[in-house]
C-alpha cells in the first residue's frame, strides 16, 4: 500500500484535500489520511491488489492510532478515519466478489505498533523513561479496533510488531473490546519483525519467546513481515513454524532499501525467492511488505499457487509450561525442576530491599543475575514492604530490567498481596510471566476476575491453596479446593490448564505436636493427587517452612530440603523456591 502511494507522487494539497485545506501542520507524510482525502485513489490501489490475485488486502491504517496522528495534530479523527479505511478496503471486497463469486476476499484491519516504544527505552543515559504506557496503548488501540470493526474488517492484523509489549497491548484492547460482547469475534492475526541475523525482534525477543508472549490471544495465524527481504528470511521462518500450531503468515520486504530508499527485488525474483517458504511447507499465507506492487504479488500467486499450504503440528502451549523473557523457558514431562529465586523479594531478603528503598537498581539486577548464574531459572519480584510505593517500585525494576539482557532473558515471578502492584508489573513485561498469587479466600467472583485479567495479559497464575476459612491442611481439603480453583478458571473463563500452578503449603514439621510429623508425607500425596486429576496444572512449594524447627540446625536443614526434593519431584513436584546452594546430594546424605 505504502509503495503504491509514494508513486501516485500526490502534493500537500492533495494529501490536504478541501476538509483539511488549512490544518496547521503538515500533511503529506500522513499516509492513512488519504481514506478522507482521496478515497478513490485507495480503492483502486486494493482493486489492484485483488485483481493481481490477493485473498487478503489491508486496510489503510498502519499510523491509525492516536498516537501515530499526534504527529500531524489528527487525533481527533482516528475513530473515523479506521471506519473508512475498513470501508474502503470492503468496497473493494465486495467489487471483486462479483467478479470471482467462488473466491471471497477479506480485509485485514492494519493495526501499526505506533511510533513509540513500551519496553525499550528511548534514552541510553536514563533507563527509567519511557515514552508511552501500557494503558495508554490500550486506550489508543481499542479506538482504532473500533473503528476497524465498524467500518468491516474480517480479521484484526497486529503487524510489524516490533516491541512485543505494544503487541500485547493492541491484544490486551482487542479481548477487552470483544469480552464486552458489543462486538462478535474476528480472526486475529500477529506478524512481527526482525533486524538483523540474530533472528531477534528490535525488543531483544527470539523468534520462540515472541510467539510465547502473544499464544495467549490465539491468533489464527502469526509469522513475520517487514524486515529483510525474502531471501534472508528462510531460517526464522522455520523456527516460527516448527514452534507455533496457529497458522503461518510471511509477507516481505521486497529486498533491502538502497540509498535512496528505494526496493530492488523485483516481482520474478522475490516470487522465486518466497516459492521456496510454499515448497517447504512453512506458511499458509504469503505476501508482500515495502516495495511489494501487485506485479509482485500476481508473481508470488503465480508462482505458489499448487503449493499445498503448511500442516500446523501440536499446540506446545497445549501440552507444556511455557514462559518467556527474552527467551522461552519450555516445561515439559520430561523435563527436571523448575528452581525459582528467592532472593529478589523485598519480603524475603533485606539486601533486595535496601538497594530498592535506596533506588540502586544496579545493584538489584546484580542480584538477579547471581541467581541466574547458580541456577534459577525464575526470577521471582515481590515489592511489597511498607516504605514502598509497589506499583512505582514494580514498574521501575521492569525499566531497569530491560537494559539487562543477561536478566530479562528469564522469565519474571510477579508477586503481590496488592493486585494493581502485580498489574503493574504485568504492563511492563514483553514476556509471559508467572502471577504470584490468587486465591478463593475473598470468593468465586473475585477469583474469576483476577483469572480474567491475568488471562488477558497472558500470563500464568499461582494459586494459593486458601479458601474462605483459611489455610487447608489436610490432601482431601487441599484437593478440595484445588478442584474449585481448577474448574472455575478451565471451565469459567477457558485458562489453559498448563497455566495453571498450585503452592500447596508445605507445613513446618516436626514442631512438638504429633500431628505435625508427617506434613511432609502428606504434601508428597496431595502433589499425587493434582497430577492424576487436574491435566496440565503444575505444583509449587515454598521449602522454608518446612525446616523451620530447626533453625540454626544448618546440615540438619540441608539434608531435609534435599531428601524432601527428592521424593516430592519423583511425585511430580514441578517447581519451587530454592537455593540450589544450598542443598545437599541426596546419595551425599549419611
Same mark, same amino acid.
Given at each position: 500500500m505504502g509503495t503504491e502511494i509514494q508513486n501516485l507522487r500526490l502534493s500537500e494539497k492533495e494529501f490536504r484535500g478541501e476538509r483539511f485545506k488549512d490544518h496547521h501542520k503538515d500533511l503529506k507524510s500522513d499516509l492513512d489520511l488519504l481514506v478522507l482525502t482521496q478515497p478513490t485513489a485507495i480503492y483502486k490501489i486494493h482493486l489492484d491488489y485483488l485483481l493481481a490475485g490477493a485473498d487478503f488486502i489491508e486496510t489503510n491504517s498502519f499510523s491509525g492510532t492516536s498516537i501515530a496522528q499526534s504527529e500531524y495534530g489528527m487525533e481527533a479523527i482516528v475513530y473515523e478515519l479506521n471506519k473508512a479505511a475498513a470501508k474502503i478496503a470492503r468496497d473493494a471486497c465486495v467489487d471483486m466478489l462479483k467478479v470471482t463469486p467462488d473466491r471471497p476476499r477479506f480485509v485485514c484491519g492494519g493495526i501499526g505498533p505506533t511510533n513509540r516504544t513500551c519496553s525499550m527505552r528511548p534514552s541510553v543515559d536514563n533507563s527509567n523513561f519511557c515514552n508511552i504506557t501500557f494503558d495508554e496503548l490500550v486506550v489508543a488501540y481499542t479506538e482504532q479496533t473500533r473503528g476497524l470493526l465498524d467500518g468491516g474488517a474480517d480479521i484484526l492484523l497486529v503487524e510489524t510488531v516490533f516491541d512485543t509489549l505494544n503487541a500485547k497491548a493492541a491484544l490486551f484492547a482487542i479481548e477487552t473490546i470483544f469480552d464486552d460482547g458489543v462486538y462478535e469475534r474476528v480472526p486475529v492475526f500477529v506478524s512481527g519483525t526482525i533486524i538483523d541475523e540474530s533472528g531477534r525482534t528490535p525488543s531483544g525477543q527470539t523468534a520462540e519467546a515472541f510467539i510465547t508472549s502473544v499464544a495467549h490471544a490465539e491468533p489464527m495465524a502469526v509469522g513475520l513481515n517487514c524486515a529483510f527481504g525474502s531471501n534472508q528470511m528462510l531460517p526464522f521462518l522455520q523456527s516460527i513454524a516448527n514452534f507455533t500450531s496457529s497458522k503461518v503468515i510471511c509477507y516481505p520486504n521486497a529486498g533491502l532499501p538502497n540509498a535512496l530508499g528505494e526496493y530492488e527485488e523485483t516481482p520474478e525474483i522475490m516470487a522465486k525467492n518466497v516459492s521456496v517458504f510454499a515448497c517447504k511447507g512453512l506458511v499458509n499465507i504469503l505476501g508482500g511488505c515495502c516495495g511489494t506492487t501487485p506485479a509482485h504479488i500476481k508473481a508470488i500467486y503465480n508462482a505458489c499457487k499448487d503449493y499445498k499450504p503448511r500442516v500446523p503440528g501440536p499446540n506446545i502451549f497445549k501440552r507444556s509450561f511455557v514462559l518467556s523473557g527474552l527467551e522461552p523457558l519450555i516445561y515439559n514431562d520430561s523435563s527436571k525442576f523448575l528452581t525459582i529465586g528467592k532472593p529478589c523479594n523485598v519480603a524475603g531478603l533485606s539486601e533486595f530491599a535496601d538497594h530498592i528503598i535506596i533506588d540502586e537498581h544496579k545493584e538489584v539486577l546484580a542480584i538477579a543475575h547471581a541467581q541466574i548464574e547458580n541456577g534459577c531459572q525464575i526470577i521471582?519480584?515481590?515489592?511489597? +514492604?511498607?516504605?514502598?510505593?509497589?506499583?512505582?517500585?514494580?514498574?521501575?525494576?521492569?525499566?531497569?530490567?530491560?537494559?539487562?539482557? =543477561?536478566?530479562?532473558?528469564?522469565?519474571?515471578?510477579?508477586?503481590?498481596?496488592?493486585?494493581?502492584?502485580?498489574?503493574? #508489573?504485568?504492563?511492563?513485561?514483553?514476556?509471559?510471566?508467572? !502471577?504470584?498469587?490468587?486465591?478463593?479466600? +475473598?470468593?468465586?467472583?473475585?477469583?474469576?476476575?483476577?483469572?480474567?485479567?491475568?488471562?488477558?495479559?497472558?500470563?500464568?497464575?499461582?494459586?494459593?491453596?486458601?479458601?474462605? =476459612?483459611?489455610?487447608?491442611?489436610?490432601?482431601?481439603?487441599?484437593?478440595?479446593?484445588?478442584?474449585?480453583?481448577?474448574?472455575?478458571?478451565?471451565?469459567?473463563?477457558?485458562?489453559?490448564?498448563?497455566?495453571?500452578?498450585?503452592?500447596?503449603?508445605?507445613?513446618?514439621?516436626?514442631?512438638?505436636?504429633?500431628?505435625?510429623?508427617?506434613?511432609?508425607?502428606?504434601?508428597?500425596?496431595?502433589?499425587?493427587?493434582?497430577?492424576?486429576?487436574?491435566?496440565?496444572?503444575?505444583?509449587?512449594?515454598?521449602?522454608?517452612?518446612?525446616?523451620?524447627?530447626?533453625? #540454626?540446625? +544448618?546440615?540438619?536443614?540441608?539434608?531435609?530440603?534435599? !531428601?524432601?526434593?527428592?521424593?516430592?519431584?519423583?511425585?511430580?513436584? =514441578?517447581?519451587?523456591?530454592?537455593?540450589? +546452594?544450598?542443598?545437599?546430594?541426596?546419595? =551425599?546424605?549419611?
Open positions: 521471582n519480584i515481590n515489592m511489597d +514492604e511498607g516504605m514502598l510505593d509497589g506499583e512505582a517500585a514494580m514498574s521501575k525494576f521492569f525499566n531497569y530490567l530491560s537494559s539487562e539482557p =543477561d536478566v530479562a532473558k528469564v522469565p519474571i515471578m510477579i508477586g503481590s498481596s496488592n493486585f494493581s502492584v502485580i498489574e503493574a #508489573g504485568l504492563k511492563c513485561a514483553q514476556g509471559k510471566c508467572i !502471577v504470584n498469587s490468587i486465591n478463593l479466600k +475473598e470468593g468465586e467472583a473475585n477469583f474469576l476476575n483476577k483469572g480474567k485479567i491475568i488471562k488477558r495479559y497472558g500470563a500464568a497464575v499461582v494459586i494459593v491453596v486458601f479458601a474462605g =476459612d483459611g489455610q487447608a491442611v489436610e490432601c482431601a481439603d487441599n484437593l478440595q479446593i484445588c478442584e474449585r480453583s481448577y474448574r472455575l478458571l478451565v471451565d469459567k473463563i477457558g485458562f489453559n490448564p498448563n497455566n495453571i500452578v498450585f503452592d500447596l503449603n508445605i507445613l513446618t514439621t516436626y514442631a512438638g505436636m504429633e500431628e505435625h510429623s508427617n506434613y511432609g508425607d502428606k504434601f508428597i500425596q496431595i502433589i499425587r493427587d493434582i497430577k492424576s486429576k487436574f491435566p496440565g496444572a503444575k505444583t509449587s512449594g515454598g521449602m522454608s517452612d518446612l525446616s523451620f524447627s530447626f533453625h #540454626g540446625m +544448618e546440615k540438619m536443614r540441608q539434608a531435609m530440603y534435599s !531428601v524432601f526434593l527428592y521424593r516430592a519431584i519423583r511425585a511430580g513436584m =514441578d517447581m519451587g523456591i530454592a537455593n540450589a +546452594e544450598f542443598l545437599t546430594i541426596y546419595n =551425599d546424605i549419611p
